[in-house]
């Protein structure tokens, strides 16, 4: 079992920045991916970047690349989502996502909220 703990969100202005962190406790021995996803109002919950378990690959969404960047710590069980020239579009609740490699199993976290006002 894995418990994920997001912080780092809040109100910012459009064009600004901000950067999310996942902290995961727990069993964190074995190897996970680890993924950020969003959720806004009325929408169905969307991808928003993964980062493989030793930090190897990344992956974006489209609507992402180029404003996020995706990394982790694994000495301090961290992965962390840089958000820069962020948009109104881009509020949502963004949740943390740990895949254990052994058996596929996905934990989540309770989200934190971003908001970003034009």
């Known amino acids: 079992q894995v418990q994920l703990v997001e912080s780092g969100g809040g109100l910012v202005q459009a064009g600004g920045s901000l950067r999310l962190s996942c902290a995961a406790s727990?069993?964190?021995?074995?190897?996970?991916?680890m993924a950020w996803f969003r959720q806004a109002p009325g929408k169905e919950r969307e991808f928003v970047a993964q980062?493989?378990?030793?930090?190897?690959?990344?992956n974006y969404a489209d609507s992402v690349k180029g404003r996020f960047t995706i990394s982790r710590d694994n000495a301090k069980n961290t992965v962390y989502l840089q958000m820069n020239s962020l948009k109104p579009e881009d509020t949502s609740v963004y949740f943390c996502?740990?895949?254990?490699?052994?058996?596929?199993?996905?934990?989540w976290g309770q989200g934190t909220q971003v908001t970003v006002s034009s």
């Open positions: 996502k740990a895949t254990r490699l052994a058996g596929l199993v996905d934990y």
């Open positions: 727990g069993r964190t021995s074995s190897p996970y991916n």
């Open positions: 980062i493989t378990w030793n930090g190897g690959s990344t």
